[in-house]
């Protein structure tokens, strides 16, 4: 898959996709990422990028020729078809849902913004969808699309050792938090692991993983158990851990 990145610091997005998981798909060839400044569409000598805004107010709005050729020499770099998107406050909120259809792309083009942002014109010609990542503000979108390429990446086939590792992370395919996790040693001060995760039952153990991601997401996410598709099953385990949580709601068991 391939990632454009129109940012007026281009590198500092590929120097960010450059390591762990991300990076290994780069060196799988399962991505590839090329940037385009553009500054260097720029004319005059000071090769000038943004302008004051019309109506007045406070600082510098990008100007549209340079983005509009840097985003027409992406499209030309390469014949795949791409989708152009603008990273923006105003975007959608960008979720594991989405993260899966934008997988599924041939080719992403990003536009990271800057300064107060980009002449609506250039948006309503060019972009065909507007994310964010949140409902902060940044100082321009190259954080935004380094997170965007990486939650991307690591869904595309051969990036993860394990194949099976984002499908049970949270937001996964049912759309619930992943459960707990636990490593050596089995006791330490500041507690043990839980019995169930050293028995070697293994319909156990999916059982109290499954309950555990039910009851977390309950607890700290309950938004999601609105919109995920329990099974009868599901919905007895959720009982069983409300039951058992109802005094001492953080205490896996």
């Not at 762990?20 to 990422?33: F, N, T």
């Not at 065909?128 to 390429?149: N, Q, R, T």
């Not at 619930?176 to 006791?187: A, K, M, N, Q, S």
Request: charged share 25%.
């Amino acid at each position: 898959m391939r990632f454009d990145i129109i940012s007026l610091f281009p590198e500092f997005v590929a120097n960010l996709a450059a390591h762990g998981v991300v990076g290994r798909a780069g060196e799988r060839g399962l991505i590839d990422i090329h940037g385009w400044n553009p500054r260097d569409h720029a004319e005059g000598n000071y090769r000038r990028v943004d302008d004051r805004p019309f109506g007045g107010g406070p600082g510098m709005v990008m100007l549209i020729e340079p983005l509009r050729t840097a985003i027409a020499s992406a499209r030309a770099d390469d014949p795949a078809p791409a989708k152009v998107v603008y990273l923006s406050p105003q975007g959608r909120r960008l979720d594991q849902t989405k993260v899966r259809a934008l997988s599924t792309e041939p080719r992403l083009i990003l536009l990271c913004g800057r300064y107060e942002g980009v002449d609506e014109r250039l948006l309503r010609a060019e972009i065909d969808e507007e994310l964010s990542i949140g409902d902060y503000i940044l100082s321009g979108g190259e954080l935004a699309a380094a997170v965007l390429i990486d939650a991307v990446a690591r869904l595309l086939d051969g990036t993860l050792n394990d194949a099976q590792s984002h499908e049970q992370d949270s937001f996964g395919p049912d759309g619930l938090l992943d459960c707990p996790h636990y490593t050596r040693p089995v006791e330490h001060a500041l507690g043990a692991v839980p019995e169930v995760l050293l028995s070697g039952n293994h319909a156990q153990i999916a059982r109290w993983r499954r309950m555990q991601a039910l009851g977390r997401t309950w607890q700290r996410r309950p938004d999601l158990l609105d919109e995920a598709v329990l099974s009868k099953q599901d919905r007895a385990l959720l009982a069983e851990f409300r039951a058992k949580h109802a005094d001492s709601p953080g205490d896996p068991a």
